[in-house]
């Protein structure tokens, strides 16, 4: 299967602050990659689908502004949490756009 | 959108014990996937299965799409297998994008 590599796998960011996520496809090119949030004791919810080279989409009620994401090339995804606040805390995890969908290790962000 | 349901939302296990999971779902699918998610959130694939049986040491799926549900068994369980595991599907309508049950949470106990 897909490796996807994500990181930091753990964040603590004070209120107000911005945090970026790394999301890589270290064996196959990644034309799209998907990010899911969940919150604790929940399922996981899509957020977004990240394009390469164009604007990601994102699903209804997820403000864009706010969770910036980045897909600069084939093989990285960036999520930033911009001016965070505690709500924002979630673990958040990136997954590839194959048949079969592989995650990343996921990131836990905590916001203080 | 298409719904999907788990069952049951929680289970207690002892060790060596059989289980069966359900995920029921409400339209059609093209993919359907159990994972498992373990205690520092990682999802692990567990079977890429939309349809047919397909077996991987103690567990095995079988997904019946004409009926719309897939089952996961778990045979002499084991406590490493605790955790929550997750149904999730897409559709022709929404091609990669991953439609997740709530899960069910499987405690096995010594």
């Known amino acids: 299967g897909a490796v996807v590599s994500q990181h930091p796998s753990r964040v603590i960011c004070k209120s107000g602050t911005s945090v970026k996520i790394e999301c890589r496809s270290l064996d196959f090119q990644a034309t799209t990659m998907f990010w899911y949030r969940q919150f604790p004791k929940q399922s996981l919810m899509l957020m977004a689908t990240?394009?390469?080279?164009?604007?990601?989409?994102?699903e209804q009620g997820v403000e864009k502004d706010k969770f910036l994401i980045n897909h600069a090339s084939l093989t990285l995804s960036t999520l930033t949490v911009t001016s965070a606040h505690p709500e924002d805390s979630s673990f958040y995890i990136c997954?590839?756009?194959?048949?079969?969908?592989?995650f990343g290790q996921g990131t836990r962000l905590t916001v203080v | 959108g298409i719904q999907v349901e788990q069952s049951p939302p929680d289970l207690i296990l002892q060790e060596g014990a059989n289980s069966t999971l359900r995920c029921n779902f409400s339209d059609s699918v093209n993919n359907l996937q159990w994972f498992h998610q373990n205690p520092w959130g990682q999802l692990i694939n567990l079977f890429y299965?939309?349809?047919g049986t397909k077996q991987n040491g103690r567990l095995s799926a079988t997904t019946v799409a004409t009926e719309r549900y897939s089952l996961l068994y778990i045979s002499s369980s084991q406590t490493t297998d605790s955790g929550v595991y997750f149904c999730a599907v897409t559709t022709t309508d929404s091609w990669g994008k991953l439609q997740f049950g709530a899960g069910t949470q499987v405690v096995v106990t010594p």
């Open positions: 997954s590839t756009e194959n048949t079969e969908a592989f």
């Open positions: 990240s394009n390469e080279g164009s604007k990601a989409t994102y």
């Open positions: 299965i939309p349809s």
